[in-house]
């Protein structure tokens, strides 16, 4: 019977949980026999795995986080630690490894798979930034959670004809700030994707929109490309108009997972587990228009993505 491995790295993402039940449930109905291990790569290099059965991931499918835990592991990137990895899935018998993680993982999937180890990527990050998939696992649930916690904001800036600068995660990228943005019917959204001039695409903005009668405003700023005390600062100081700043912060990364993240997550981890027992070569899982695919690493790490501009030119339109 063949061994796998199951790892959750990097920042945790709603979802995983749902994957990792796919990836565990998959591999045994396929007669493969599934090490969870601890911690990332952290968890693997010092051999710290648990045994998974059918009933170690029941209940999990609805809960965030990540049953095995996730780190960030600076030993992992030097070649010592990766020789340390690789030799430790020898001594498990780990022969495949399922990676659910970021860009930064997938790094790390390729040195191992250049090591020996058949190692196949899930793309789990709130941050949608991983180029090769249409969606990351956790976006969905992410976006969902900012928008929840946003209208409620708003209802506090409207009582008090504030402006609310609102910052977002989502690392180097927008997705997370444009696509709530329009949920939440911001009047400004900044990403760092798109370059702005503070008083051109802000401060003249909000003046205008004063004009027509408006007297609260919700600005969604990604982490990106800035700083929301700064910019309520600079805001307040220009317009009058009494501003605050919000940094939703890692509420963005927990919760329970929405429909599209555990669907998405469950399709990705059955796809993963399958590839190993039938296919037996190192990939990423993406989803492709509906459709879920995988590329072999060396490519899905040199694609690239661009934010939707005319998401972006739609949002801009109707947010006046
Ligand atoms: P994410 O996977 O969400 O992008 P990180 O960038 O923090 O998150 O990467 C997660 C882990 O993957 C890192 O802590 C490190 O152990 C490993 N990793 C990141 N970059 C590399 C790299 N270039 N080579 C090998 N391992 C890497
Ligand atoms: O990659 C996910 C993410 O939440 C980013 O959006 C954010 O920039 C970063 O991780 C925060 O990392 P940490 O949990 O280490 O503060």
Sequence with gaps: ???????????????????????VRTAIENNMHVLGIKNGYEGLMKGDVVEMNLRSVSNIINRGGTIL???????????????????????????????????????????????GIVCVGIPGTIDNDIACTDNTIGYDTATNTV????????????????CSVIEVMGRDAGYIALYSGI????????????PYDMEKDV??????TVATGKRHFVI?????????????????EKTGI?????ILGHVQRGGSPTVRDRVLASRMGNYA???LRYDDRSCIVAEHAGTIVDYPIDKALSMTKQLDIDVYRTAHEISI
């Design 1 to 23: 019977m063949k061994t796998i491995g199951v790892l959750t790295s990097g920042g945790d993402a709603p979802g995983m949980n749902a994957a990792i039940r796919a990836v």
């Design 69 to 115: 835990h996730s780190a960030r592991s600076e030993g992992f990137k030097t070649e010592a630690g990766q020789e340390k990895a690789a030799e430790m899935c020898k001594a498990l018998g780990i022969e495949g490894l399922v990676i659910i993680g970021g860009d930064g993982s997938f790094r790390g999937a390729q040195d191992l798979s250049k090591r």
């Design 147 to 162: 928008m929840e916690m946003v209208d409620k904001v708003r209802d506090t800036t409207e009582s008090h004809s504030r």
């Design 183 to 194: 949920a939440v019917g911001a009047t400004i959204i900044l990403v760092p994707e798109i």
């Design 203 to 208: 401060i003249d903005v909000m003046k205008r």
């Design 220 to 236: 969604i700023l990604a982490e990106g490309c800035g700083d929301a005390p700064e910019m309520a600062k600079e805001i307040q």
């Design 242 to 246: 009494e501003t605050r700043a919000t």
């Design 273 to 275: 587990a399958r590839v």
